[in-house]
């Protein structure tokens, strides 16, 4: 469990299952009720796509908002997700990085070989690492 997650908990449990907190410049909207993601998510999914034009320093970061998960919607957000299900998330590559995920469980945090001051760190490495390939990979040019 995350620092945070006791928080918003709590701050859903006071105001409800959506709630809205300002974050540095940007708003940050937090559902808690499963179906009302369902509701926005999927069913409405086009209408929440998109993202904020990024700040000067977060296209520096996003590599130009060319990965994925910084992409607006539109035809770049489509081939880059294009590329995600064909390259990485297709059974037979979700097959090839089965002896990487043996490796991570039998290799818990509290491991000599794998500190747990840096675990976090080496998560969101790997995250961003996947997101960057995906936005440079050259099958993203097709």
Not at 102 to 107: G, H, I
Not at 108 to 120: D, F, H, M, T, Y
Request: contains cysteine; aromatic residues 8%.
């Amino acid at each position: 469990m995350s620092k945070g997650e006791p928080i918003l908990r709590s701050l859903h449990a006071k105001f409800g299952p959506i709630i809205t907190l300002n974050i540095g410049a940007r708003p940050v909207i937090s559902m808690a009720d499963r179906n009302l993601c369902h509701k926005a998510l999927i069913r409405n999914g086009a209408l929440y796509a998109d993202r904020p034009e990024a700040l000067p320093v977060d296209k520096i970061i996003s590599s130009n908002q060319l990965a994925i998960v910084y992409s607006s919607y539109g035809p770049t957000w489509r081939l880059l997700r294009r590329n995600l299900t064909a390259e990485i998330l297709n059974p037979s590559a979700v097959k090839s990085y089965s002896r990487a995920r043996d490796w991570v469980v039998q290799t818990p945090p509290e491991s000599p070989r794998v500190s747990s001051k840096i675990w976090p760190s080496c998560f969101c490495d790997g995250t961003l690492s996947i997101c960057h390939v995906l936005s440079v990979s050259p099958h993203v040019f097709w």
